[in-house]
Structures are given as structure tokens and as C-alpha cells.
């Protein structure tokens, strides 16, 4: 099952996005088992970082080819993440909810 994170990011260290997306990686394991894999959407280089426009866009591009979108308890503090959600919903996709 291929899996979607959606964190909010913004201002945070690359050190603590990666961790937290670990986090809800496991989240979605410990429902749906092992079998669980990440949809990479997290631009680690500095220079594969665009505009926030440009890097939703790759984000919703990249959660097409999730079976499963995964959010975490504050995603809606994230003005990306409300707009994932939003698609998400729109479009009929498998969606989960941290608690």
C-alpha cells in the first residue's frame, strides 16, 4: 500500500519533518501492517525547493499515486496540507486521520 503524508512543514528543520513523517509512516503500519510504503513528496535538496505554489503542486501530483493519504492531528494548520485535504475529499481518496 503506498501511503501520502501530509504534515505542515513551513519553518520547520528537515531533521524533525523526516521524523515526524517517520512517525506517521508507523501510525499507518500499525492499522494496515508492514506492507506500507512512502510516497516521497519531502524536497531534500535545497535546490529541488521551488515556490510553495510549485511544491503543492508536486505534492498533489506525487498523492495521486498514493492507495492511502495519511494526516497528521494538526494538518490543519498547514495552508498546503488544508488544500491536500480538501483534494483528497474532492477526489475519493482513502484517507487517514492521526488521533
Same mark, same amino acid.
Given at each position: 500500500?503506498?501511503?501520502?503524508?501530509?504534515?505542515?512543514?513551513?519553518?520547520?528543520?528537515?531533521?524533525?519533518?523526516?521524523?515526524?513523517? *517517520? *512517525?506517521?509512516?508507523?501510525?499507518?503500519?500499525? $492499522?494496515?501492517?508492514?506492507?506500507?510504503?512512502?510516497?516521497?513528496?519531502?524536497?531534500?535538496?535545497?535546490?529541488?525547493?521551488?515556490?510553495?505554489?510549485?511544491?503543492?503542486?508536486?505534492?498533489?501530483?506525487?498523492?495521486?499515486?498514493?492507495?492511502?493519504?495519511?494526516?497528521?492531528?494538526?494538518?490543519?494548520?498547514?495552508?498546503?496540507?488544508?488544500?491536500?485535504?480538501?483534494?483528497? $475529499?474532492?477526489?475519493?481518496?482513502?484517507?487517514?486521520? *492521526?488521533?
Amino acid at each position: 500500500m503506498k501511503v501520502f503524508v501530509s504534515q505542515p512543514m513551513n519553518g520547520k528543520p528537515e531533521e524533525e519533518i523526516l521524523k515526524r513523517q *517517520e *512517525e506517521l509512516l508507523n501510525y499507518a503500519r500499525k $492499522i494496515f501492517g508492514d506492507q506500507v510504503e512512502l510516497v516521497e513528496s519531502y524536497a531534500r535538496n535545497v535546490e529541488d525547493r521551488k515556490t510553495p505554489v510549485e511544491m503543492l503542486g508536486e505534492s498533489i501530483t506525487r498523492m495521486a499515486e498514493a492507495d492511502l493519504v495519511v494526516f497528521s492531528h494538526d494538518w490543519n494548520l498547514g495552508r498546503g496540507c488544508r488544500v491536500e485535504n480538501m483534494v483528497a $475529499i474532492l477526489y475519493g481518496m482513502a484517507i487517514l486521520y *492521526e488521533q
